[in-house]
């Protein structure tokens, strides 16, 4: 019965957040000046794949189709720096990602570039997602000084979670001179402490969980043939991201390297004319049809990744019920509210350091607990 009644309140806040939320984000014809000003306010993750090598070919990953290990295409860097501007302009100061479908660290100039950040954009949080397989105590020392806030680190067992978890969890701590934290009551996984940013580790084991269809490009892998999407999709509000050919990708499931992703590509940020604001904009007909009830089409269909709770979920953004709570006095602050809270989850990684069994209390960005 709770269960039912906590699904139910789920349901309908997500119904109220799709339905209150500004006309203006499924708009394409809005000025720049006012994406701006919507970017500033429901953009959560800007994500950034540095370059397209990967050191692996995972069977759970389209890199198991897709050749990243025969050379490898680094961002350009005045793409890169015309993004952290960019941001710069907005004051940006929720998180940039290191991630995509490339091995972060397993390039030289990552650390470099999360430096770069950190000058240009003070505020950010940045994460970076790692295999792990770079990890060391050297490389953990210059993630230190380069200003990394956190690092995720995926294990991935080849049989048995429970049998391998033990090994690769001891192999980390050995390479790197950390210590593995028992399980902290933020994330499901453990912390290796040492360091003075946040590392988080994870065990994942495919096998024993649905894995994602990654935009159809894994379906007969993912087990996903006879699903349809009904489920809403948040993501092209809140979370954005740039493969390392400088294209703008629909979200983070996708990529302009596989042939059916191609109609997912929604502009190129190496056109001195594109920004990501123009970008940010691009996304208003892929929101509205996101949003809206049914069964969702292209890339969309087979996705089940779903970071918001699980589906099916059929109702979703309706003209006539927008317009009615757009006109509700304080609606427009209650889907602020409802915006911010999801946004707010970065106060809990901004502290620092050596958290033993819990982590610290949250406290100014960057700042070290004691």
Same mark, same amino acid.
């Given at each position: 019965?709770?269960?039912?009644?906590?699904?139910?309140?789920?349901?309908?806040? *997500?119904?109220?957040?799709?339905?209150?939320? =500004?006309?203006?984000?499924?708009?394409? /014809?809005?000025? $720049?000046?006012?994406?701006?000003?919507?970017?500033?306010?429901?953009? *959560?993750?800007?994500?950034?794949?540095?370059?397209?090598? &990967? #050191?692996?070919?995972?069977?759970?990953?389209? #890199?198991?189709?897709?050749?990243?290990?025969?050379?490898?295409?680094?961002?350009?860097?005045?793409?890169?720096? /015309?993004?952290?501007?960019?941001?710069?302009?907005?004051?940006?100061?929720?998180?940039?990602? %290191?991630?995509?479908?490339?091995?972060?660290?397993?390039?030289?100039?990552?650390?470099? !570039?999360?430096?770069?950040?950190?000058?240009?954009?003070?505020?950010?949080?940045?994460?970076?997602?790692?295999?792990?397989?770079?990890?060391?105590?050297?490389?953990?020392?210059?993630?230190?000084?380069?200003?990394?806030?956190?690092?995720?680190?995926?294990?991935?067992?080849?049989?048995?979670?429970?049998?391998?978890?033990?090994?690769?969890?001891?192999?980390?701590?050995?390479?790197?001179?950390?210590?593995?934290?028992?399980?902290?009551?933020?994330?499901?996984?453990?912390?290796?402490?040492?360091?003075?940013?946040?590392?988080?580790?994870?065990?994942?084991?495919?096998?024993?969980?649905?894995?994602?269809?990654?935009?159809?490009?894994?379906?007969?892998?993912?087990?996903?043939?006879?699903?349809?999407?009904?489920?809403?999709?948040?993501? =092209? $509000?809140?979370?954005?991201?740039?493969?390392? !050919?400088?294209?703008?990708?629909?979200? &983070?499931?996708?990529?302009?390297?596989?042939?059916?992703?191609?109609?997912? $590509?929604?502009?190129?940020?190496?056109?001195?004319?594109?920004?990501?604001?123009?970008?940010?904009? !691009?996304?208003?007909?892929?929101?509205?049809?996101?949003? &809206?009830?049914? $069964?969702?089409?292209?890339?969309?269909?087979?996705?089940?990744?779903?970071?918001?709770?699980?589906?099916?979920?059929?109702?979703?953004?309706?003209?006539?019920?927008?317009?009615?709570?757009?006109?509700?006095?304080?609606?427009?602050?209650?889907?602020?509210?409802? %915006?911010?809270?999801?946004?707010?989850?970065?106060?809990?990684?901004?502290?620092?350091?050596?958290?033993?069994?819990?982590?610290? !209390?949250?406290?100014?960005?960057?700042?070290? &607990?004691?």
């Amino acid at each position: 019965m709770l269960h039912f009644i906590n699904a139910s309140l789920r349901a309908l806040l *997500k119904l109220a957040a799709a339905n209150a939320l =500004p006309q203006e984000l499924f708009d394409p /014809k809005i000025e $720049i000046g006012r994406s701006k000003e919507l970017f500033k306010s429901y953009v *959560k993750h800007f994500e950034i794949e540095h370059h397209s090598y &990967c #050191n692996r070919t995972c069977w759970f990953c389209p #890199n198991s189709v897709v050749d990243r290990k025969s050379v490898n295409l680094r961002m350009n860097k005045k793409t890169l720096l /015309k993004i952290f501007s960019q941001l710069a302009e907005i004051d940006y100061d929720q998180s940039i990602i %290191w991630g995509g479908y490339g091995e972060p660290l397993s390039d030289e100039t990552i650390f470099d !570039d999360i430096r770069m950040a950190r000058d240009m954009l003070p505020h950010v949080y940045q994460r970076l997602y790692s295999n792990g397989d770079y990890l060391t105590a050297e490389v953990v020392r210059r993630l230190e000084a380069a200003g990394l806030d956190q690092l995720r680190v995926s294990l991935y067992p080849e049989s048995d979670r429970d049998l391998e978890m033990p090994k690769l969890l001891k192999s980390l701590e050995d390479r790197t001179g950390l210590k593995i934290a028992t399980k902290t009551r933020e994330y499901d996984g453990v912390q290796l402490i040492g360091s003075s940013f946040l590392i988080l580790v994870e065990v994942k084991d495919f096998r024993a969980k649905h894995m994602f269809s990654r935009g159809g490009a894994l379906l007969k892998e993912s087990g996903q043939e006879a699903y349809a999407r009904t489920l809403l999709c948040f993501s =092209p $509000i809140q979370h954005l991201s740039v493969a390392y !050919d400088g294209q703008c990708m629909l979200c &983070c499931q996708v990529r302009p390297d596989v042939k059916e992703h191609q109609s997912a $590509i929604v502009g190129n940020l190496n056109d001195e004319h594109y920004s990501i604001f123009h970008y940010y904009r !691009d996304l208003a007909l892929s929101r509205e049809v996101l949003l &809206c009830s049914g $069964i969702k089409k292209g890339v969309c269909t087979s996705c089940n990744f779903n970071p918001f709770g699980a589906g099916p979920y059929k109702l979703g953004r309706m003209g006539s019920l927008s317009k009615i709570l757009n006109k509700i006095p304080g609606s427009k602050a209650f889907v602020n509210y409802l %915006w911010l809270f999801p946004r707010m989850d970065r106060e809990r990684y901004k502290q620092r350091g050596d958290g033993g069994e819990d982590y610290c !209390d949250p406290g100014t960005a960057h700042q070290k &607990c004691s």
